[in-house]
């Protein structure tokens, strides 16, 4: 019995530390240096950087730090427009959406963010894919 | 021949990186890998991935080597494919089946095509679903005939689903392909078509799954159902266990342990599989 308890527990270990994701990613600071980064590698990058066109990128930066930052379970509240909103009209294509989440995997890696929690938070935003493209 | 091959992806990884400077927008390792018979894929399983990093409006190109080195054979694989659109893959590969002990060789060409239907490996619910046709023409049927094959050529039909899990057991991102193939192809045809033991075309089950320790690095298994169409020699299913490596856009390398089960009568066919793929 005892033996089961301790199984159990560790099972249940990872929902325990469910939150530990914000932590990873460095709370609030590092999650907003990490949009930074993948923001500032979008400005260099051809493919998609027209899609930012007369964008206010401090409020974007703003904007999506909040977001990232809400997914997580961190103690933000996004009031942004829904991702659906945000992207009508603008054609973002699934070239388009691999190029900003392959910036997002590069400012990650480059902040050592561990794979685990990469691949946590690359799970929550996966979703968003069919409201932010157009095909 | 392996060197003539390499010199051959040498002189195209020169050349091709002019021709399409830019790399496709697919996301690392997605594109990454050729199989036996040319196709984007496993190892030995083609998937319903298309082979290259061609996303949306995009081209891409492979050119991919490979050796498999069991007891008492050697097979070398020569193979190219061209992607468009994140849709439609068209590959080719020359295979060499050196009978070691036996003594001599057996050659087929492989002309592939592969369209993805519809989903997505990453994103969405649907699994991602592609059909494929591989046309193989033995060229040394000499051999392939005196042992009972009935034809010189034939066409594999295959349909295929693939699913990546970004955030799976672990916290590792992994993937699975499940593959469907109707065939008569005797030793994926180096050994002809049709045989006198049975000679009609049958569905076989091919899988992989496949765990990503990062980006870079996969370790995955394999497992191909085979036909059984000639008297003279049973023909067993085969497995691997591999690492396949992404250094980048540009380059992968897959190392497998492999078992080929039982081959024109020798038994217990184990050995290694090494493959190169460079990506423009």
């Not at chain 1, 270990?13 to 930074?36: C, F, R, T, W």
């Not at chain 2, 049958?202 to 980006?215: C, G, K, T």
């Amino acid at each position: 019995m005892k033996r089961l308890i301790l199984l159990a527990s560790l099972l249940l270990m990872p929902l325990a530390h469910a939150n530990d994701l914000y932590q990873q990613l460095g709370e609030k600071q590092g999650i907003s240096a990490i949009v930074e980064e993948m923001l500032y590698r979008v400005g260099g990058d051809e493919r998609i950087v027209h899609h930012f066109d007369g964008v206010d990128i401090v409020q974007v930066h703003e904007l999506i730090t909040e977001q990232v930052c809400d997914v997580v379970g961190g103690p933000c509240d996004y009031q942004g427009e829904t991702m659906q909103a945000a992207h009508q009209g603008m054609g973002i294509t699934h070239a388009d959406f691999n190029a900003l989440v392959e910036h997002l995997i590069i400012a990650m890696e480059k902040h050592d963010v561990p794979v685990a929690a990469q691949n946590r938070l690359l799970a929550r935003l996966a979703p968003m894919y069919g409201d932010i493209t157009e095909e | 021949m392996l060197k003539r091959g390499l010199q051959y992806a040498l002189v195209a990884s020169l050349l091709l990186p002019a021709v399409a400077a830019a790399q496709g927008s697919k996301l690392l390792a997605t594109g990454g890998a050729s199989t036996i018979e040319g196709a984007g894929g496993g190892g030995i399983v083609p998937w319903a991935t298309l082979s290259s990093y061609a996303d949306t409006g995009e081209w891409g190109a492979t050119v991919n080597l490979t050796e498999v080195q069991v007891d008492d054979f050697r097979l070398s694989v020569q193979g190219a494919s061209l992607s468009w659109n994140n849709r439609l893959e068209v590959s080719y590969a020359k295979q060499i089946f050196d009978l070691s002990t036996i003594g001599g060789e057996l050659e087929q060409n492989i002309w592939g095509v592969k369209a993805r239907l519809f989903g997505d490996l990453i994103y969405g619910e649907l699994p991602q679903i592609s059909v494929g046709l591989q046309h193989k023409n033995n060229q040394t049927f000499a051999l392939p005939s005196a042992v009972g094959a009935t034809d010189d050529n034939g066409t594999d039909w295959y349909i295929s689903a693939a699913k990546a899990w970004l955030n799976g057991p672990f916290h590792r991102t992994w993937v699975a392909n499940l593959t469907a193939r109707r065939t008569r192809a005797n030793q994926l045809g180096l050994l002809g078509f049709g045989g006198d033991k049975s000679d009609s075309a049958e569905w076989l089950a091919e899988a992989s799954v496949a765990a990503f320790i990062n980006r870079y690095w996969a370790v995955g298994v394999e497992y191909r159902q085979k036909p059984d169409n000639l008297n003279f020699a049973v023909e067993q299913d085969w497995r691997d266990l591999f690492v396949g490596y992404f250094p980048s856009k540009r380059l992968s390398v897959v190392g497998a342990y492999t078992d080929l089960g039982s081959i024109a009568g020798l038994d217990d066919q184990h050995g290694w599989y090494l493959s190169l793929q460079a990506s423009f």
